[in-house]
């Protein structure tokens, strides 16, 4: 009967062999997990580099406003809505950076944001009821909106009834046209009744108008909301084509809002 080919070899040798191959194995094994490992890392970083390119200060200019909470806020909104449109999978410290990133980006392009005074041809109020957005400032508010594009959207805020978009007026702005309700015009705060606002278009009717200025938006919507003690119309229209004022309340009984 022939001998198995380990009765002429060295148990020692044997032993020797066997030992540095298992060696060898347990190295590929801890290179291959930390090869897996940088891989997985680097993937992770081009996915927040991805997520955070996705918006610029231009897009999130709405929230120019707003102070930081409410900030965060709304960018929770967009960062989920990102996350489900991409498919994307990321860690809440992941997802805490990328929101710190946009914070970051807003609070540097703040400075720079359009708080310039309107033209003159702008500041002119000539009550002329087929420009876009000017508003019926008669006690009655015309009894009738004013048509839009998208038609008047229902919202859950107790503080707006409607919300309707005209697209491409004057410069090729946008102008929301925002119907209020009785607890609106009566006792909502002028942040309360812009993030409102922009809950029912951001988060509910997925509208992104185009604008030139919110801050100019916010100071329209201010400026209707005094108004509404002064008789104003039916809606508030809020122009995309105008120019921020600081300075909205100087002679409102004579631009009406519309300077």
């Not at 703040?110 to 109020?125: I, K, L, N, V």
């Not at 209020?180 to 705060?189: E, F, I, L, T, V």
């Not at 104003?232 to 909205?248: M, N, V, Y």
Request: hydrophobic share 35%; glycine share 8%.
């Amino acid at each position: 009967m022939p001998r198995p080919f380990s009765a002429f070899v060295p148990k020692r040798f044997l032993i020797l062999t066997f030992a540095t191959a298992m060696l060898t194995a347990a190295i590929m094994s801890v290179a291959t997990a930390a090869s897996a490992q940088d891989r997985s890392g680097e993937d992770s970083q081009s996915q927040v580099a991805f997520v955070s390119s996705l918006l610029s200060a231009e897009d999130l200019s709405y929230l120019f406003p707003l102070g930081s909470q409410q900030r965060r806020e709304f960018l929770e909104v967009e960062l989920s809505l990102l996350i489900k449109t991409h498919g994307l999978v990321l860690t809440a410290k992941e997802e805490s950076g990328i929101i710190a990133s946009w914070l970051a980006m807003l609070a540097t392009h703040e400075s720079r944001a359009e708080y310039a005074p309107a033209s003159e041809e702008s500041r002119s109020w000539s009550g002329d009821s087929n420009r876009s957005g000017s508003s019926d400032w008669s006690p009655s508010g015309g009894g009738t909106r004013p048509s839009t594009d998208t038609g008047y959207k229902n919202c859950s805020s107790s503080y707006i009834d409607s919300i309707g978009v005209s697209f491409s007026g004057t410069g090729g702005y946008d102008t929301i046209h925002l119907e209020p309700s009785d607890s609106g015009k009566r006792w909502a705060s002028g942040h309360q009744m812009y993030t409102a606002m922009l809950r029912c278009l951001r988060g509910e009717l997925h509208m992104n108008p185009h604008v030139k200025s919110w801050n100019s938006i916010y100071d329209q919507l201010v400026c209707h909301m005094a108004g509404y003690f002064l008789g104003a119309g039916t809606t508030w229209d809020l122009e995309g084509h105008r120019s921020a004022k600081p300075l909205w309340w100087w002679r409102v009984w004579a631009h009406k809002c519309n300077w």
